[in-house]
Nanobody
């Protein structure tokens, strides 16, 4: 059974930066495509970015140029570097792992506020 544990969320001012981490355990990380999703209060959960097992990336238009996803296969961890944060980035951020089966983390809150 795969377990995903997110960390790194918090309160940040507009224009600030945060780095989220998602640590994967239970299976072989290198085979899994990984993604970050977010869900603002009262909204649906949307894709932010994803990275395939081969390292290809995809970003939502709203975060292109500001967010960067990366993975460290040796540490079984995927990262989300978030720069120039905006109020509208406020949400719970979830990590997803997928390779046939699919798993979600518990989420980490990111709040952008002055």
């Amino acid at each position: 059974q795969v377990q995903l544990v997110e960390s790194g969320g918090g309160l940040v001012q507009p224009g600030g930066s945060l780095r989220l981490s998602c640590t994967f355990s239970g299976r072989n990380f290198i085979y899994y495509n990984m993604g970050w999703y977010r869900q603002a209060q009262g909204q649906q959960r949307d894709l932010v970015t994803e990275i395939t097992s081969g390292g290809s990336t995809k970003y939502a238009d709203s975060v292109k140029g500001r967010f960067t996803i990366s993975r460290d296969n040796a540490k079984s961890t995927v990262y989300l570097q978030m720069n120039n944060l905006k109020y509208e980035d406020t949400a719970v951020y979830y990590c997803k792992a997928e390779w046939g089966d699919m798993y979600w983390g518990q989420g980490t809150q990111v709040t952008v506020s002055s």
